[in-house]
């Protein structure tokens, strides 16, 4: 009968490992049943606090932001974005006698999660910028906080529906009767005066290298016209940085060297992953629910307002992590979960975010991986095992934090700050990833599903 009652615990056991592994999202999140089986568990108080968050580079990301939000217990929110052109080589040159017939900007959208909130219609608005952006320097970096100045003038709009999974079929320029299928972009006609006048008017010298085109041509800034955003609004994601994924597009006539017209066409470059596309970030708190807990004086927010884009973070703090000490003479910490629990939503509100990151910081006070994402530490496995991400159907979020709580059961160094995040602090690319937010119950509520610090352990005595 023990025979029997082993194999089943056994089947029960590979079963749940099993189970654990069907969805990507939930690799390395579930417990370990071993974990269960030989370990107590320890539930203790986290206190947090809600802080704004600092300004982040927003150029070299892969991906650009346009959005306007607006969110009763946020506020608004407006990105924009501001774009460098490049030429498509040196010594560009539009031929004899050309004529433009069109220009349009192209902008593909994100490969993953392009639309946060309303899939509804937009009004987008294009003026020149009134500053150069690219300037030829390496690593220049922007900051969302950079509010980049135009000219009055509006030199392009477009009304459309954010289709993001439809491809286009469009016309194959110098053949009448030609059609030819593309990948779902948003194009956007520019004013063909302003065009000949900024760019086919050009003289020699200006067409000679980007740097020089870019002293005259300095860029151009993207926003939504905010009266035409109907409902709580959103935010649409495009790709600035793959390689021909962002572009200016000229459609012109000339006469070539047998003295006949031609058809051709010339496409300027958007570089991102050279730093030429920035989204500009304006968040407008007055008078919300989020502004007030930041203004809060408390260090135990009852709500914790959680906001991309460089909005908030949280602070935490494990006050009572020494109580372990009285559970036994020989403590090892087998697995420690942070668990933050998502309010109840209701059906006008915006999605919570889909991961929280964490961080730590050092003795320096610089930010720094927890051991688990930390490459040089024997305990690191990786972003994707941290978890952190949202459980739609229990409403949490889930870190797995056990080498960073052995360290601070151990003293194994100063305890300097545990920072909850929406974004990965140090990889550049993604920072625009999250244009989300998140309500959380915080330390300083009564409720049951207040965070905690879920600790399994074994007293080795």
């Not at 946060?116 to 970096?141: F, H, I, M, P, R």
């Not at 790709?239 to 597009?249: C, F, G, Q």
């Not at 408390?298 to 992590?321: C, D, M, V």
């Not at 730590?360 to 930010?367: E, N, Q």
Request: with cysteine; aromatic share 10%.
């Amino acid at each position: 009968m023990k025979s029997r009652n082993l194999d089943l615990l056994t089947l029960l056991i590979s079963l749940f490992i099993l189970s654990s592994c069907n969805s990507p999202m939930g690799i390395g999140l579930d417990v370990d049943p071993n974990v269960i089986l030989n370990s107590s568990i320890h539930e203790t108080d986290v206190i947090t606090k809600l802080i704004k968050d600092d300004s982040i580079a927003t150029n070299y990301t892969e991906r650009s932001v346009l959005s306007y939000m607006k969110d009763a217990e946020f506020g608004k929110t407006t990105t924009n974005i501001a774009l460098a052109v490049t030429l498509p080589s040196s010594n560009v040159s539009f031929g004899k006698d050309p004529i433009l017939d069109s220009a349009v900007l192209v902008l593909k959208y994100a490969a993953s999660a392009p639309i946060y909130g309303d899939s509804a219609s937009y009004k987008v608005l294009v003026n020149q910028l009134s500053e150069k952006l690219y300037d030829g320097t390496t690593n220049k970096v922007y900051y969302s906080n950079k509010e980049w100045t135009t000219e009055s003038t509006v030199v392009g709009s477009k009304t459309f529906f954010p289709a993001y999974n439809d491809s286009l079929s469009i016309k194959l320029y110098g053949y009448q009767d030609s059609t030819v299928k593309i990948p779902a972009q948003l194009r956007i006609p520019l004013d063909n005066q302003f065009i000949i006048n900024k760019i086919v008017s050009l003289d020699s010298a200006t067409l000679s290298t980007s740097q020089k085109f870019a002293d005259s041509f300095k860029g151009l800034k993207l926003s939504f016209d905010k009266n035409s955003v109907a409902g709580k609004g959103g935010a649409i994601s495009f790709d600035t940085y793959s390689e021909n994924a962002a572009s200016l597009v000229l459609y012109y006539r000339y006469t070539n060297s047998e003295d006949k017209a031609d058809t051709t066409s010339k496409t300027f470059p958007i570089n991102g992953s050279s730093g030429a596309a920035v989204t500009e970030v304006i968040w407008d708190a007055t008078g919300s629910n989020a502004a007030a807990a930041l203004s809060n004086a408390t260090n135990n927010n009852e709500k914790l307002y959680l906001k991309g884009f460089s909005g908030t973070k949280i602070k935490a703090e494990f006050p009572n992590l020494h109580d372990l000490n009285n559970l036994g003479k020989n403590i090892a910490i087998n697995r420690a979960e942070l668990i933050f629990t998502v309010e109840e939503e209701t059906p006008a509100s915006f999605d919570p975010l889909s991961i929280l990151r964490i961080y730590k910081l050092d003795p320096a006070l610089l930010p720094k991986y927890i051991p688990e994402e930390n490459t040089s530490d024997p305990r690191y496995v990786g972003a994707g095992m941290v978890g952190g991400y949202y459980n739609k159907s229990k409403k949490t979020y889930i870190l797995n934090v056990t080498g960073y709580i052995q360290d601070l059961f151990k003293k194994k160094y100063p305890n300097e700050g545990t920072f909850i995040t929406t974004h990965d602090f140090i990889g550049k690319t993604g920072r625009l990833n999250a244009p989300g937010r998140s309500i959380l119950i915080g330390g300083g509520s009564t409720s049951a599903d207040k965070p905690k610090l879920k600790i399994y352990y074994s007293d080795l005595k």
